[in-house]
C-alpha cells in the first residue's frame, strides 16, 4: 500500500510488546526499550513517550526502518497509520 507523502505517526502496544528490542535496532531514532523492558516511541525531542497510546510522527527518512520494525516484531504491537485519517497502514490492523 503506497501512502504517498502522508504524514504517518507510529504507536507501540505495550500490552503486547515481549522487550526484544528489535524495533529499537532497527530505528533507534524512534523506538528505545525502558527499564520496564518494553519498547516505547519517542518524540522529536528524544523524550521516551511512556503514556498509554502515546504517538509520535515517522520521518519519512526512517520510514522504512520504521515499516521493518512493525513487520518483524514478534509481538505485532507496532502501529503506523496516517495522521489525517487514522487508517493503519503498516502493522497487524493494517487493510
Known amino acids: ?5 502522508e504524514a504517518l505517526e507510529v504507536w507501540i502496544d505495550q500490552d503486547l510488546c515481549t522487550g ?15 527499564i520496564d523492558g518494553l519498547a516505547y516511541v ?24 520504521v515499516v521493518d520494525s512493525a513487520k ?4 505485532d504491537c507496532i502501529h503506523v497509520r496516517r495522521v489525517s ?5 503498516h502493522g497487524p490492523d493494517a487493510e
Open 20 to 34: 526484544d528490542g528489535i524495533c529499537a535496532q532497527y530505528a533507534p531514532e524512534v523506538f528505545e526499550l525502558d
Open 72 to 75: 518483524e516484531c514478534p509481538g
Open 85 to 89: 485519517d487514522r487508517v493503519e497502514v
Open 42 to 65: 519517542k518524540s522529536a525531542e528524544d523524550e521516551l513517550l511512556q503514556q498509554e497510546g502515546a504517538t509520535t510522527p515517522v520521518p519519512l527518512p526512517l520510514l522504512q526502518d
Open 1 to 5: 500500500m503506497s501512502t504517498g507523502n
